[in-house]
């Protein structure tokens, strides 16, 4: 409920501001000749393009800041926190120049086109409203010339109007609607992560075989854009790709704490499987009281779109046998075939005191990495050029194998793992949680770019 | 339609969380209908008793010790609020002291995340609470169906303590007149300082008896106030009869819409009490005109 209202409000933000950026335009007329002539030079400098953005105020100096609109409070906010580490590492790599980030980013010397990155961070809370607002803060006040971080969808797609209309680039963290880059896509706005689609095309066809075919289903979706077109895109690949059919559908608020009566709904479904569309707070409260109502005894579990984060909450004991989809497992590190899997892996221990990332961690961390690869081959931090780099559909080696974004809808072409819990006795260490039993290709799982109905706007 | 068992699971399911709700309710309701202050830092109080008894049954593995030290420190936090800051705000009006306690909320909150971080952490049922117990067709857990034991129980206290006790007999006299209280040589000022402190410790238990049955996260306190909130006014305001009787409507609305369809559940809770103030504003246990 909140989610719809609090977008609304995210579109109205803008006219204001543009208002007051009118205003200050006329301030800056009245004052008259010195400022004019102040930004025409730099302007000259950077190749005589009209000004969009921030752009040229925001690369005046030697530093160039990028905004992170993280949750840091709220359902989410465990998944936040682990992408304010990601884009910390990205930064601190792309500032020294480390090998690490010349995978993704090889032009990349020191710094973004030689100036220093500089990080601002806030909360946003989960709410789209909070989320704007703090995006605001970053392109007025700290001239971002990068608006980057988000794990909610509602989140993603209000930050991705925003900064569309303020032209500058946003790369979005975590997002797993198919809105994002379907219906609400938006010129300035890029996906680096995996969603709805990809996951669910890929699980499904895995868990069939897996747990065998026309089995029940019960569904625990959380009441936003993500739950609604999450649990669909699941429903329709395991109806086609194994028979199952969905017995019980309990939608509720995002963020809700007591899911007895949902539970109980459940148990008297006749379902045999649970399919957990709940992430983050919401995913960690479902299932920890579902195996307390003995549903865990009698129902296999999938989470087609999971944060890394569940089992450190939940424990082994209650996430064996789980079947599920997340952006990037650690010991993808082990397997030789991911070389920068295990130099991420490596860096962020070194950099966090040996804690292993988590997927939103990885997902923020690439996310940087090609925003500045695209900042490097445009040769300029003008947006309308970054923008259109970042389209060319120009293949990196990310963590996880190759990267590029596509550029008819800005979905990034990102490969992932399907995980399954592993039984207590099995793990090898405190975080060895799951075992890695398909590296996905993404590019085979992304949809027609037709199908979600994405129409890009002007660059300018 | 839903089958007999299914409607019988959710009523008690809805009694359950019902109880539970009222207890967790009762705190906001002890302060405001014996100060008239009404406490936003209700929630805050709550996270930080489930906190403590996270960390205290953590490393005793004594639930009962848990609940103990959660509640004592809430009640040390709400007596150190008191005396230092809301005292001074009694004379206020509503809006300012809505103000302070919502700041010290923020306060309180940030400490437990800067603690405990923001990840969700996970209580296990103590001992005598591990497991599941049949009833009928419904499978529960164990500690669910003890709490509603432990909610009553403690409710019931609560209400001895509140209407048959001298000191109980003091505070709501001392709201209705304090300066005549005063006149009969009785301390209203430490009768207050009691009933707030009273009113927070009741909060921090309701967290740590709350913690197995949720996941903990510093920012469940806001969702516990408007929980509580609902409860109150529709039970009516600084009634604590009412508290339970809000508390009981609530968790079977919730119950009861969810069997039908859970998208609704919350928002039936809002029309209920949305129905609760047109008709009847001061709640449905509450007196009228009362300050």
Redesign the interface.
């Known amino acids: 409920m909140n989610e719809r209202k609090n977008k609304g409000d995210a579109v109205d933000q803008p006219r204001r501001l543009v208002l007051k950026g009118l205003a200050g335009a006329m301030g800056a007329a009245a004052v008259g000749v010195p400022i004019l002539s102040g930004m025409s030079f730099s302007a000259v400098a950077q190749g005589a393009k009209a000004p969009i953005g921030n752009y040229p105020a925001g690369v005046s100096g030697n530093t160039v800041v990028a905004g992170l609109t993280v949750d840091l409070t709220g359902p989410y906010s465990a998944q936040g926190e682990e992408e304010r580490n990601g884009y910390e590492l990205a930064a601190e790599q792309l500032n020294s120049g480390a090998a690490q980030i010349r995978r993704i980013s090889p032009l990349t010397k020191k710094g973004v086109l030689g100036k220093t990155l500089k990080l601002q961070a806030g909360d946003s809370e989960t709410k789209p409203n909070s989320a704007v607002q703090l995006a605001t803060r970053f392109i007025t006040n700290d001239k971002a010339m990068l608006v980057a971080g988000s794990t909610s969808s509602a989140v993603a797609i209000a930050l991705e109007n925003y900064c569309n209309r303020e032209r500058t680039p946003y790369m979005v963290a975590i997002s797993g609607s198919t809105e994002t880059t379907g219906e609400k896509c938006q010129r300035y706005g890029f996906r680096p992560c995996w969603y709805a689609y990809m996951a669910c095309k890929a699980l499904a066809p895995v868990v069939a075989k897996e747990l065998g075919k026309n089995r029940k289903a019960a569904y625990l979706i959380p009441d936003y854009t993500y739950g609604h077109t999450t649990a669909k895109q699941f429903k329709d690949f395991s109806a086609k790709d194994g028979g199952w059919t969905s017995v019980s559908e309990q939608v509720h608020p995002l963020g809700a704490t007591d899911y007895s009566s949902y539970l109980i709904n459940i148990a008297n479904s006749g379902a045999d499987t649970l399919v957990v569309i709940d992430y983050g707070a919401d995913s960690v409260n479902s299932i920890k009281q579902a195996k307390e109502f003995g549903i865990l005894a009698k129902m296999k579990v999938v989470v087609p779109y999971m944060s890394s984060y569940l089992a450190n909450s939940l424990g082994a004991e209650t996430m064996q046998g789980v079947y599920a989809t997340t952006n990037f497992w650690w010991t993808m590190a082990e397997d030789p075939k991911y070389p920068g899997a295990k130099e991420f892996v490596d860096a962020y221990m070194k950099k966090f005191g040996g804690k292993r990332p988590q997927d939103s961690a990885f997902v923020a961390y690439l996310g940087m990495a090609l925003w500045a690869d695209g900042v490097e081959r445009a040769g300029s931090f003008y947006p309308p050029e970054v923008v259109k780099a970042l389209e060319a559909g120009v293949k990196r080696e990310g963590p996880t194998g190759q990267v590029w974004f596509r550029g008819g809808d800005h979905q990034a072409a990102v490969n992932f793992p399907i995980v399954r819990g592993k039984k207590p006795a099995d793990m090898r260490n405190k975080d060895d949680f799951f075992e890695v039993i398909e590296v996905v290709n993404g590019e085979s799982v992304l949809p027609p770019l037709e199908l979600f109905g994405c129409k890009l706007g002007e660059y300018v | 339609m839903?089958?007999l068992?299914?409607f019988l699971?959710?009523m008690f399911?809805?009694l359950?969380?019902g109880l539970l709700l009222a207890l967790i309710s009762a705190g906001l309701t002890i302060i405001y209908g014996t100060l008239g202050v009404v406490n936003f830092a209700h929630g805050a109080l709550f996270v930080v008793g489930a906190y403590v008894g996270y960390a205290v049954y953590g490393t005793t593995q004594s639930f009962v010790l848990a609940v103990a030290v959660g509640a004592l420190v809430a009640l040390v936090v709400g007596l150190i609020l008191e005396r230092g800051l809301v005292r001074l705000f009694y004379d206020r009006p509503p809006e300012d002291q809505i103000l302070v306690t919502f700041g010290v909320a923020i306060i309180l909150v940030e400490i437990m995340?800067g603690i405990f971080?923001?990840?969700?952490?996970?209580v296990p049922?103590p001992e005598w609470g591990a497991g599941?117990v049949h009833l009928g067709?419904?499978?529960?857990?164990k500690?669910?169906f003890e709490t509603l034991f432990i909610s009553a129980g403690t409710l019931l206290v609560l209400y001895l303590l509140l209407y048959r006790t001298k000191i109980g007999l003091i505070v709501r006299a001392g709201i209705e007149d304090s300066l005549m209280v005063s006149m009969l040589g009785i301390n209203v000022k430490r009768a207050f300082f009691i009933v707030f402190g009273l009113g927070a410790m009741v909060a921090g238990y309701a967290g740590t008896i709350d913690a197995p049955?949720?996941?903990l996260?510093?920012?469940?306190g806001f969702?516990v106030l408007i929980d509580s909130f609902v409860v109150v006014v529709i039970g009516g305001i600084g009634s604590f009869q009412g508290a339970i009787v809000g508390g009981i409507i609530a968790g079977e609305i919730?119950?009861l819409t969810?069997?039908f369809?859970?998208?609704y559940?919350?928002?039936m809770l809002f029309v209920a009490m949305a129905l609760v103030l047109i008709f009847r504003p001061q709640g449905i246990m509450g007196v009228e005109g009362r300050e």
């Open positions: 839903p089958s068992s299914l699971s959710q399911n809805g359950t969380a995340r971080g923001g990840v969700n952490l996970s049922s599941i067709s419904l499978i529960y857990p500690y669910r049955i949720v996941t996260q510093p920012d469940m969702r919730l119950s969810a069997m369809d859970p998208s559940s919350q928002v």
